[in-house]
């Protein structure tokens, strides 16, 4: 039997604003269209716009920097929904792109949605092209100059991402707009097939592994069963293979498999394919992941280490909530920002692991150039610079479990955001590198992870006892339990260690033992101190303000410090 010529897929992502002409440029692109492309679903028909991810295919012979021999080059086009509300989506459908046009209508150029795309673009894809739609509405005279000023323009916003200087393209794919009759040709569609064909590379894929498929479409056939339509994330798939739908904890058995109508028997990482399965209601699954058997986990809570978006106005606060978008699921989580500690800042970034042997230090925000630093950094480096962790984490709670794979990606947005507002939503992006699948996890897990806040306490010495003593104040409130502080290490001004000895009376007082004895100037400042109060004592009420005055001049402080990891159950304070 002779080999079928290979067919290479590579999955391209239409994205852009709302009305950049996404669907029409993937129509006029298409040869053959699959079951979930151009607006098939009918509230995307009557509103005129994509709610949901629609795919379809063309195949063109393969380009020779992709090897020789008979074969084709099949891209599948991803034609993401544009609409704001929709931006969960659009990340759902990011994840699964080898290469992705960018639609930017030519007479409107970047808007608030083309940017967020560009944003899930850096984080989500390797290579662009920018294409400039709707060159028909630029009156023929000035057409030319209007689409170099629009390249130029887009090549400047390109310059600090890592697509600078990929092709920008401009085209019409329905001139004359979509009431416009089909006879009308589009324009620069087929250089822009040329354009892609040089763009394309053979994206890594890999058949190993448990297999996994992001499904974005689920339909019955009469007498056949239920397919469901998506892109294989990883692994490969076989005719008779048994499939996992985690969400449901429902196994199938595979009974037959389609890529683009024609049917297969095998389909690896990268392929976009209907599986076939039968006795199973498709409204239970619009979209979501099926698996190897017992392959995912759920989870209630997560590590990551993630990135803040630059185009992010604002800071990222610990105990805020986002929309988090972890796989193919969207739920809202609360945040808690950990980072080195201050002597491990420049240590080598850990990718896809994390060390719970080590200590983290807990951030009341993610610290960026323009965040209020916490202190301790400040301290540590003389010269007023602020310094940065090379790596950063978050702790994620998930108001409801998700479903996902290890090490996947995660986004985090603020989405209630003012859809209007011409700001980028997109907040941070990061990978999941521990899940937590114990719904107690925060008695059974969080332990382990030694994320520690820096306790910083500031009392003064009342009085000298004799060499080796003194008495403090000001440090505990009189309520204070000073049983556990005992045996805790502190610092006078005057550069005395010493050690809290014992509790003294019962107004939150204490008593501090000095091992090496106090040093002869502080007793003398000391005495001479409480010299003076005890004659402001006896004397009236305006010398005692007085020499109150000048006692405060120079009270003698005691420092505490101790560290205390913010999940130990027995809150045990830590000096080093």
Request: proline share 5%.
């Amino acid at each position: 039997m002779a080999a079928l010529p290979r067919v290479l897929n590579v999955n391209v992502g239409v994205l852009g604003h709302i009305d950049s002409g996404k669907t029409a440029l993937a129509r006029a692109l298409s040869t053959t269209g699959s079951t979930a492309a151009f607006d098939r679903a009918p509230q995307s028909r009557a509103r005129g716009i994509t709610l949901d991810l629609g795919f379809s295919c063309f195949r063109t012979a393969l380009p020779p920097q992709l090897g020789s021999g008979p074969g084709e080059l099949q891209f599948t086009l991803v034609d993401c929904p544009g609409h704001a509300s929709l931006i969960r989506t659009i990340i759902g459908g990011a994840q699964i792109i080898d290469l992705m046009m960018l639609v930017i209508d030519v007479t409107k150029g970047m808007q608030t949605q083309s940017a967020e795309c560009l944003v899930i673009g850096q984080i989500a894809c390797q290579k662009m092209v920018v294409v400039l739609n709707k060159i028909d509405l630029l009156p023929e005279g000035k057409r030319q100059s209007a689409i170099e000023k629009m390249t130029k323009k887009m090549q400047k916003t390109l310059e600090n991402t890592k697509f600078c200087g990929c092709p920008i393209i401009a085209v019409a794919a329905k001139p004359g707009g979509p009431e416009a009759p089909e006879s009308e040709n589009p324009l620069g569609v087929s250089e822009l097939i040329e354009v892609l064909k040089s763009q394309a590379y053979l994206p890594s894929r890999d058949p190993s592994g448990n297999f996994l498929m992001a499904v974005d479409h689920c339909f019955s056939i009469k007498g056949q069963g239920t397919v469901m339509t998506g892109t294989i994330l990883s692994g490969s798939v076989s005719l008779g293979d048994n499939v996992e739908i985690p969400a449901l904890k429902v196994t199938k058995k595979v009974k037959s498999m389609q890529m683009f109508h024609t049917p297969v028997t095998y389909a690896m990482q990268g392929d976009r394919v209907g599986i076939c399965v039968t006795q199973f209601d498709p409204k239970l699954l619009e979209r979501g992941l099926i698996c190897t058997p017992e392959s995912l986990h759920t989870i209630h809570a997560a590590i990551i280490s993630l990135k803040k978006i630059q185009y992010f106005r604002g800071a990222l606060q610990t105990k805020a909530k986002f929309h988090i978008t972890v796989g193919h699921e969207t739920v809202m989580g609360r945040v808690m920002f950990f980072s080195p500690a201050p002597a491990d800042f420049n240590e080598e970034i850990q990718e896809n692991a994390f060390d719970f042997e080590k200590d983290y230090l807990y951030q009341e925000e993610y610290l960026s150039k323009d965040s209020k630093s916490s202190e301790e950094n400040k301290e540590n480096d003389q010269s007023g610079e602020v310094q940065l962790p090379r790596q950063q984490w978050a702790l994620l709670e998930f108001e409801k479990p998700v479903t996902c794979p290890k090490l996947c990606l995660v986004i985090g947005s603020k989405l209630d955001t003012d859809i209007h507002a011409n700001t980028c939503r997109l907040a941070f992006h990061g990978v999941l590198l521990q899940g937590m699948e114990d719904k107690n996890y925060i008695e059974t897990f969080l332990p382990k992870l030694k994320v520690y806040k820096l306790k910083h306490k500031e009392g003064q010495v009342e009085r000298v006892m004799d060499d080796y003593s003194v008495i403090g104040r000001s440090l505990f409130k009189k309520e204070t339990n000073i049983q556990i502080f005992v045996g805790l290490k502190v610092k006078l001004s005057t550069g005395e260690d010493g050690v809290i000895d014992s509790g003294f009376g019962q107004s939150g007082k204490f008593k501090i033992r000095i091992p090496d004895g106090l040093k002869p100037e502080t007793k003398m400042l000391l005495t001479a101190a409480s010299k003076k109060k005890s004659k402001a004592g006896k004397g009236d009420a305006n010398k005692e303000d007085e020499s109150s005055k000048n006692d405060s001049a120079q009270p003698v402080t005691i420092t505490l410090l101790f560290k205390r990891y913010v999940f130990d159950t027995q809150k045990k304070m830590i000096q080093s």
